[in-house]
């Protein structure tokens, strides 16, 4: 246990300590600096990385669910295993490796970065985890429950909807956060596919920024106060994970309580 | 294997046994000392008495059995028979009682015609004989005879009573315990054929009509 | 084993409809020469069964006699097992439910059942459990809803224990109380028969006198079907009992004769204790 509390509390304690001299309203919502100068924020790279957890929700997160619940549901078969295999192998795929695809199919192709490009590279990165956690929730759902479900005489796919899902929400809910608090950190296919910038958002075939790209720019400057920064970057990835994290528990904790289905 | 019931089954088919045993020899013994006139009435109130209190016992453990195991089929068949029998058991000794009682009370019977009674009293031990074997081999067929023998100490006992419905001049004595004598037999033979009718009911679920 | 020995030696056949010689009307179900198959495994073998309207049924028999799947295939539950297959005819009122072009899903609307452990749907209300049958096919109609919950609840004698709770989650109730919930969602759609499998073995024993009497007061509307392990308890509820063993049915009669003087040799083995 403390093996695996001391570096925990050691990045916390260090980030908090660097990082929390940094907060201020002008750093949450302002542009970054010039090299030199002492004042700058990270508004655009907080933006980019909302933005691009919204977009990776619409596009990866929905296929991912519905990926899962088909391979519990109906995915005993030969077709099943192929699928289950396919994703377990991307699953493994390094980030970068997704990122240089998605670049080479997106970003090259079309000889711009942009926010989509991003957002379908975190996409390909969220969608195994996704259909993984999916299926595992609902195969946790007893079968007897489909059983009383069918023997009223509700059809098969309304089972599925009001009773299978409903009961394994809680799970489902649960590893799609878990998976945009693990996208939220990625750095290298975003580098291919968004590039990083200073300003905010403009048209859908400009570059953004993100907060993990801004770290990783932000660190490597010759100028202490952009260096400092990057501290206050990593501050705020680590709230914004942590909330994620803690919204989980919540979240699961509301299981044991008398929640309802509206029907 | 033996089932937890087997054991209460075991005791009551004894309990039934012993109380056969017993009723049979009480009403030997008191047809017997009829009609070698003897007065043997306090060993056969005695027995007759014993008899009563077994019955009470097979009937406890009967119904401790059946509140107990819940039997069914031919296990409930067989202590319902059970209670039945040893009822048929306590009623041989109440009417070997009852003869021993007439002897009692009339005193000397040796002028009387005793025929008639040695007779029914022949038929009435060969019916309790073998009534209970039929009982305790499960013997349908032996069993199928008592009716027969049932009709005989029936005429007997009718004939008796008619002949002395007529008779003009008649000792009263001798009519009077001869009728009673024999009407005890006759119960005893009637009883006799119920302990036998068990038989069937216990391996078939078989019922005889009621006459 | 010796009792698979001996029922060749007595070269049984399943035993076609026995009980008082009833004209084909009375009986609600009825089945004709059924077999099941889960995959090869041969477990109902040519069954010829009816359940009489308006009474209670129960079907005993050891463990992997087929009891349960026999009803299973009353309510075309048993074809959604992968593997699993049906032969013969099953009629209800007279009509094939295995016929062409029926509609499973309209089968299991009119042929309700309650399972061993009781299931109630987790996430939702009592009130949700009992209209879920009626919810989730389309029923919208909040008084129809609200009569119908109330209605079902009070049939399954649960009404006075949770009417001032009806928005308390489904699985906060006890298991006794839970079954009479799972009773009254079976209940809420109107079913014509009600097919219980093991509906006691989870409760205690005031939670099963319960559901008992439940039973015997179910009759009068529904026709009731029950598997159960438990001989006293088929004596004490049932009308008639069928005895199952090894996939085939061997005595069917009523109750009382049967279980005072079973006709078969094997029935009489097994409800004296002794055969499992």
Redesign the interface.
């Known amino acids: 246990m403390v093996v695996a509390i001391v570096p925990l509390a050691s990045i916390l304690v260090e980030v908090i300590r660097n990082g929390l001299s940094t907060m201020n309203l002008q750093f949450i919502t302002g542009l970054p600096g010039v090299p030199g100068e002492t004042v700058g924020g990270i508004a655009p790279a907080i933006q980019g990385t909302l933005l691009l957890i919204g977009l990776t929700c619409v596009i990866g997160i929905p296929s991912g669910v519905l990926a899962g619940i088909y391979l519990a549901e109906f995915g005993?078969n030969k077709f099943g295993k192929a699928i289950r295999f396919l994703n377990d192998v991307l699953s493994e795929f390094p980030s970068i490796v997704v990122g240089i695809l998605i670049s080479v199919l997106l970003v090259v192709a079309t000889h711009q970065y942009s926010p989509v490009a991003g957002a379908v590279a975190l996409s390909v990165i969220t969608l195994p985890i996704v259909t993984r956690t999916t299926e595992e929730s609902i195969k946790t759902v007893?079968n007897?429950?489909r059983?009383?479900?069918?023997?009223?005489?509700?059809?098969r796919w309304?089972?599925t909807i009001?009773?299978v899902i409903?009961?394994a929400?809680s799970g489902i809910i649960t590893g799609i956060l878990l998976s945009i608090a693990r996208i939220s950190g990625e750095t290298a296919p975003l580098i291919l596919t968004i590039l990083g910038s200073n300003f905010f958002f403009s048209a859908w075939n400009q570059p953004i920024d993100a907060l993990p790209l801004r770290i990783f720019h932000d660190a490597f400057q010759a100028d202490p106060f952009t260096r400092q920064q990057a501290w206050g970057a990593a501050l705020v990835l680590i709230i914004i994970v942590l909330t994620l994290n803690v919204g989980v528990r919540l979240a699961t904790r509301g299981r044991y309580?008398?929640?309802?289905?509206r029907? | 294997m033996p089932r937890l019931m087997d054991i209460g089954l075991e005791k009551l088919r004894n309990m039934v046994l012993d109380m056969a045993e017993l009723s049979q020899n009480t009403v030997s013994t008191a047809i017997d000392a009829y009609v070698q006139g003897r007065d043997l009435r306090e060993r056969i109130f005695g027995w007759s008495e014993e008899l009563r209190m077994l019955q009470d016992e097979v009937s406890e453990l009967a119904v401790e059995i059946i509140a107990r195991y819940q039997p069914v089929a031919s296990d409930l068949r067989f202590i319902k028979s059970c209670m039945e029998v040893s009822y048929g058991f306590s009623r041989f000794g109440r009417y070997a009682h009852d003869i021993s009682d007439v002897i009692g009370i009339f005193g000397d019977l040796s002028n009387c015609d005793r025929h008639a009674i040695q007779e029914a009293g022949a038929q009435a031990k060969d019916m309790i004989r073998v009534s209970i074997k039929a009982f305790t081999e499960r013997d349908v067929e032996l069993a199928s005879n008592l009716k027969k023998m049932d009709d005989v100490v029936d005429n007997i006992y009718l004939d008796f009573v008619k002949k002395s419905a007529h008779e003009t001049e008649a000792n009263l004595k001798c009519v009077v315990s001869g009728t009673l004598i024999l009407r005890y037999l006759e119960r005893i033979a009637d009883h006799a054929t119920y302990v036998g009718e068990t038989v069937p009911y216990i391996v078939s679920g078989e019922r005889a009509a009621r006459k | 084993m010796t009792s698979q020995v001996q029922l060749e030696e007595l070269k049984l056949e399943s035993k076609p409809l026995t009980p008082a010689n009833q004209p084909l009307e009375k009986y609600k179900v009825r089945t004709e020469n059924l077999n099941a198959w889960f995959g090869n495994n041969h477990v109902l073998k040519d069954i010829s069964i009816g359940f009489l309207t308006n009474d209670v049924t129960a079907i005993i028999g050891p463990s992997g006699c087929g009891k349960s799947t026999l009803i299973r295939c009353l309510n075309r539950m048993h074809e959604l097992v992968p593997g699993a297959r049906t032969k013969g005819s099953v009629l209800l009122d007279d009509s094939d439910i295995y016929g062409r072009g029926v509609d499973p899903v309209s089968v299991r609307r009119r042929v309700g059942m309650v399972f061993q452990k009781p299931n109630p749907f987790p996430t939702m209300s009592v009130y949700d459990n009992v209209a879920a049958g009626l919810k989730l096919n389309g029923v919208r109609n909040h008084v129809v809803l609200d009569k119908a919950v109330q209605r079902s609840l009070e049939q399954a004698f649960l009404w006075d224990e949770v009417r001032t709770d009806l928005d308390k989650s489904g699985s906060s109730l006890s298991g006794g109380q839970q079954q009479r919930l799972c009773i009254a969602r079976a209940l809420a759609v109107e079913p014509e028969i009600i097919l219980m499998d093991e509906p006691c073995s989870a409760l205690d024993p005031i939670a099963t006198a319960k559901i008992e009497e439940l039973i015997a007061s179910l009759k009068e509307q529904y026709t009731v079907g029950i598997v159960t392990h438990n001989m006293q308890q088929a004596a004490r509820v049932s009308d008639f009992t069928a005895f199952l063993y090894l996939g085939q049915l061997i005595e069917y009669g009523e109750t009382t004769n049967l279980f005072e003087n079973p006709k078969e040799q094997l029935t009489e083995r097994y409800l004296t204790g002794k055969f499992g």
Do not use: F
Not at chain 1, 257 to 261: I, N, P, V
């Open positions: 005993n007893p007897s429950l059983d009383a479900a069918m023997a009223l005489g509700i059809r309304r089972t009001s009773v409903s009961t929400r309580s008398s929640s309802r289905t029907l």
